[in-house]
């Protein structure tokens, strides 16, 4: 009997996923880390070995692969991992969808050796042993380059495990990308740009470090992370709490390891924590968008250093919307309590109070420019208030057009000094479509939201897109 439930409990469970097997060349399979990824069932096993050193300057390819096929892990080790960079190009790409140190790939960050990372797609082993299970699917190549970045000869290992598909096989168009970015040190209170992204794809995880410098709050206050999805299509929004909360810590990152969240790097505990490095890997929770994502962190005059995996389909662009790139902003004006909002006019604009702003694909955050000087997470952004943006939509004829307003909490909206609209989603963001009359010329928006406590911890921003009625 109970080999009768093993079999039965194998059969079914296997079933969604591949079907039956034999001779079935179009069967996927999803990646176990990211199942988003879903990749043939019916493949060859190749391996590519290499064993070189490297001069200063150097390059050597460690997988050159003709598709359609896919990456599923490679090991390096080096005598000095810290000296080489790594370049990642699939399909023939113009630019790599990886380029960066080694160590930078791999996690290692705020200059330090090598440690212990024990995560599902990053393992990084004693003494010097690289692993990543990042899938690499490509349909015609990819190239996998070491660079040595230094002065001194460096040698080099490595082993690169990929599938080969059949010919007629057409892989997923998703490709991996990684970006590094840093800011030594950022804004008192700031707001860093991880990942400005064009396309369709799903964000894979991340890597966040801090130095500590900025001795007037603890290291991790810095705000949170702010995710701004889908502008331009459907605009929806995500807002975390603290630094350490986002990766799954709580009253500081302490060094830890596990499949999806971990501390790699600490310095010191709670109030005394000078220095941290976390990271946080969305397995089967990935954030996923269609057409664009704008990702932020808040800051405090700290150095920080970020890693964004992300998966982004081959080709995909960002649909071209018309929406205002330039606003002006001011405020913020204290709301005792939210009906107090019903009450707000159309403000006066003092240009010694004007802050100028841009927007990211649709989106104008009011968190970026807007922060408080306070402690804690609940200080380092104003509540309880509304805030004002401004700008010039010009028309070259009086025509019917359409706003597309994605925003959290109040908003009212003037065109050409008359109230059009005010509106509440206190609930969480959502999408209201407001017809509007243009006239032929400047046609001035004044856009009003307020920032109160609700589901989306305090998310103060939105996104506007001027179409056709």
């Not at 330090?112 to 393992?123: C, D, L, N």
């Not at 990308?177 to 008192?188: I, M, Y």
């Amino acid at each position: 009997m109970k080999h009768l439930i093993f079999f039965l409990f194998l059969n079914f469970a296997f079933l969604p996923l591949a079907g039956s097997l034999a001779g079935e060349k179009d069967v996927l399979i999803s990646d176990r880390n990211f199942p988003l990824v879903q990749l043939p069932a019916e493949f060859d096993s190749h391996r590519a070995t290499k064993r070189f050193d490297l001069k200063p300057g150097e390059t050597m390819s460690i997988f050159d692969g003709k598709g359609p096929g896919a990456v599923r892990h490679f090991w390096l080790t080096s005598t000095s991992g810290e000296r080489l960079g790594i370049e990642i190009t699939c399909d023939g790409a113009t630019q790599p969808q990886v380029k960066m140190s080694l160590h930078q790939f791999f996690g290692v960050l705020l200059g330090q050796k090598p440690y212990r990372i024990e995560s599902a797609p990053i393992k990084l082993l004693p003494r010097n042993g690289y692993n990543s299970y990042f899938p690499i699917p490509f349909q015609k190549s990819c190239k996998i380059v070491i660079r040595n970045i230094s002065k001194n000869n460096v040698a080099v290992w490595s082993m690169v495990n990929w599938q080969k598909y059949d010919a007629a096989v057409k892989v997923t168009p998703l490709r991996l990308h990684v970006l590094f970015s840093e800011e030594k040190p950022a804004g008192a209170l700031g707001s860093s740009l991880l990942g400005a992204i064009e396309g369709k794809g799903f964000v894979a995880g991340m890597f966040h470090a801090i130095r500590r410098k900025d001795r007037r709050d603890m290291i991790w206050h810095t705000g949170g992370d702010t995710w701004l999805i889908d502008g331009e299509t459907n605009p929806h929004l995500i807002r975390g709490i603290g630094s350490e909360d986002v990766f799954g810590y709580s009253f500081g990152v302490y060094k830890d390891l596990s499949e999806w969240v971990g501390g790699v790097h600490a310095v010191g505990e709670n109030a005394d924590c000078s220095e941290i490095v976390a990271y946080r890997f969305f397995g089967v929770d990935p954030i996923a968008f269609k057409s664009s994502l704008v990702l932020r962190f808040g800051t405090r005059a700290n150095d920080i250093e970020n890693l964004l995996y992300f998966y982004k389909e081959a080709g995909s662009t960002t649909p071209k919307v018309a929406t205002p790139q330039t606003w002006e902003l001011t405020g913020p004006v204290k709301l005792p309590k939210a009906d107090a909002f019903a009450s707000l006019e159309e403000p006066t604009w003092d240009a010694k109070k004007i802050v100028k702003a841009t927007s990211e694909h649709t989106w104008v955050d009011f968190v970026r420019y807007f922060r408080a000087s306070g402690k804690g997470n609940t200080g380092t952004q104003p509540t309880e208030c509304a805030a004002y943006a401004r700008t010039t939509i010009n028309s070259p004829e009086a025509r019917q057009a359409e706003l597309q307003l994605g925003f959290d909490d109040q908003m009212k909206v003037w065109l050409n000094g008359e109230l059009v609209t005010t509106l509440n989603h206190d609930a969480g963001a959502e999408v209201v479509k407001v017809p509007v009359k243009l006239k032929k010329g400047a046609n001035s928006l004044v856009i009003a939201l307020s920032n109160f406590n609700n589901i989306e911890w305090r998310a103060w921003a939105f996104s506007c897109v001027v179409g056709e009625k």
